[in-house]
């Protein structure tokens, strides 16, 4: 008889580290809730309300992941922002839709268990969800040893949000002359780290050592979800984009109508240190268009006559600003002009 005990916990699993970083989540997503008693997180599934002011209302969900972003975090042992990254990719997309988000899952896989890691990125999705005004109502944790190197990780996000059908954004509302206004990003996002991290590779750049990318890499998404509420709220704009990965062109082409083109004036661009120091490290104009957001993280369609009404509900960090028009032709983005790098 074979004497030789096989433990869940031998093969590299530890269900009981699991359990105790779900009760962390339970108490660290409870705290903003106060008496709201919605979430369920360590069941097997969680329920929340549905807002009851919501006529005709219409579900509309997301899902994403903040990409290698996670190997920065790995190289500086940083983990307190990339979960508010991680809720910011799958709400920012939901603003979009006119939706407001209502509720938010994670799902973290990771070789092994690593409870000062795992809580550092749960207190950042919390603190997305906090910015968002949505509730972290549960997820998932995998411990997958042999699935993952050592230390190595993924994480992913799914928000799900709620819009009356007349707040709905669609093409339709878009019309020739309105205005597309630029909403400055907060840097990088979490677009494009595989080619800044080939370029770093290549050049033998230290980060740990670099003050200037330590302290650009990890700088967090900017979530929109209460500005672009007021405005949705107050019938202020008629389409708006998420500028992610595919840059400006690929993002803003996705909501312009047939037979209706975006005039973007690139010179009017307002960019940032990090994306010159890219430029300046040998990516080119048109890398850096198709790959960075280049300092425009959102992007409105307004009316002309909206335009000063919107600025009280931006800090003076984010005010949009003009950078083009709509207009009448079959190709649906026109790019004028060049950016000014710093």
Avoid at 76 to 103: E, H, R, W, Y
Avoid at 137 to 146: F, I, L, R, S
Avoid at 217 to 232: A, D, F, G, H, Q
Wanted: aromatic content about 8%.
């Amino acid at each position: 008889m074979n004497k030789k005990k096989f433990t869940y916990k031998k093969s590299g699993v530890n269900i009981r580290a699991a359990d105790n970083f779900v009760e962390f989540i339970s108490s660290v997503s409870s705290k903003k809730r106060g008496k709201k008693k919605f979430s369920n997180i360590g069941g097997f599934g969680s329920i929340t309300n549905i807002p009851n002011n919501i006529k005709q209302p219409k579900i509309v969900a997301c899902t994403d992941g903040v990409g290698t972003k996670i190997e920065i975090a790995n190289t500086l042992n940083k983990f307190n922002t990339i979960g508010i990254d991680l809720v910011a990719m799958s709400v920012n997309d939901l603003i979009v839709q006119g939706a407001k988000p209502l509720l938010f899952l994670d799902y973290i896989s990771i070789n092994k268990i690593d409870l000062k890691k795992l809580k550092e990125i749960i207190k950042g999705i919390n603190e997305g969800c906090n910015q968002s005004e949505c509730e972290l109502v549960g997820g998932e944790t995998a411990e997958m040893p042999g699935t993952y190197e050592k230390g190595k990780f993924d994480i992913a996000g799914f928000a799900v949000g709620i819009v009356s059908k007349n707040k709905i954004l669609n093409k339709n509302k878009i019309k020739k002359n309105n205005l597309i206004l630029a909403v400055p990003s907060s840097g990088l996002h979490s677009n494009g780290y595989s080619l800044i991290r080939y370029l770093i590779k290549q050049k033998k750049i230290n980060i740990k050592k670099n003050k200037f990318l330590k302290s650009e890499l990890l700088k967090p998404t900017k979530i929109y979800v209460k500005e672009i509420m007021n405005l949705t709220n107050n019938n202020l704009i008629n389409g708006c984009a998420n500028i992610t990965g595919g840059g400006l062109s690929d993002n803003i082409r996705r909501i312009i109508p047939d037979k209706l083109s975006a005039n973007i004036n690139l010179d009017q661009i307002k960019t940032f240190k990090i994306f010159n120091w890219l430029k300046k490290n040998g990516i080119s104009d048109k890398e850096m268009l198709n790959t960075f957001n280049c300092g425009v993280g959102f992007c409105l369609i307004i009316d002309k006559k909206n335009l000063r009404k919107i600025d009280k509900y931006f800090s003076k960090e984010y005010k949009p600003y003009v950078i083009g028009k709509i207009s009448k032709s079959k190709n649906k983005v026109k790019l004028n002009g060049s950016i000014n790098w710093l």
